[in-house]
């Protein structure tokens, strides 16, 4: 059926079951997590609106609801994520890109007409302006 008592404890015996390379003869026990035991947790019960209400507001700082609340508890200031429009954003670097263009022609002595760098800077000037005026 099996083994013989014998030869199961011959076969059992910690020093063939050497796992390790400390040549302990035993497994080593397992090792915890980088964190150790400065990690705890806390479960608690909240209605459903609070939860939403919640998770939109961290949300809206850009933030996990576990660090959204972390920070919250530990009277931590929190600051909003500024988001940009896409537009803008968009525009603005083609007119940076045409001004560095148009300045690197410039200093290879290509002929550049001589409104053209002035142009570009008006209209960067003026989405800045129309920015500054809507924020």
């Given amino acids: ?5 014998r030869d199961f404890r011959t076969v059992a015996r910690w020093p063939v079951v050497n796992t390790t390379g400390s040549g302990r003869g035993h497994p080593e026990p397992r090792r915890r997590h980088r964190r150790g035991s400065r990690l705890g947790y806390l479960h608690i019960r909240v209605m459903l ?6 998770r939109r ?5 850009g933030l996990s609801l576990s660090e959204f609340v ?4 530990n009277n931590a200031k ?3 994520a500024m988001t940009a429009d896409p537009r803008l954003i968009h525009e603005l670097q083609r007119l940076g890109n045409l ?6 022609a410039m200093n290879a002595g290509y002929p550049v007409a001589p409104g053209r760098f002035e142009r570009v800077l008006d209209a960067l000037h003026e989405v800045l302006r129309r920015e500054l005026e809507r924020g």
């Avoid at 059926?1 to 008592?5: F, T, Y």
């Avoid at 609106?49 to 919640?54: A, D, F, I, S, T």
């Avoid at 507001?57 to 700082?61: D, E, F, I, K």
């Avoid at 972390?70 to 508890?73: D, E, G, S």
């Fill in 49 to 54: 609106r609070e939860l939403v209400r919640w």
């Fill in 57 to 61: 507001q961290a949300a809206s700082y």
């Fill in 70 to 73: 972390r920070r919250v508890m």
């Fill in 99 to 104: 001004q560095n263009q148009l300045q690197h």
């Fill in 78 to 80: 929190i600051e909003v």
């Fill in 1 to 5: 059926m099996g083994l013989p008592a």
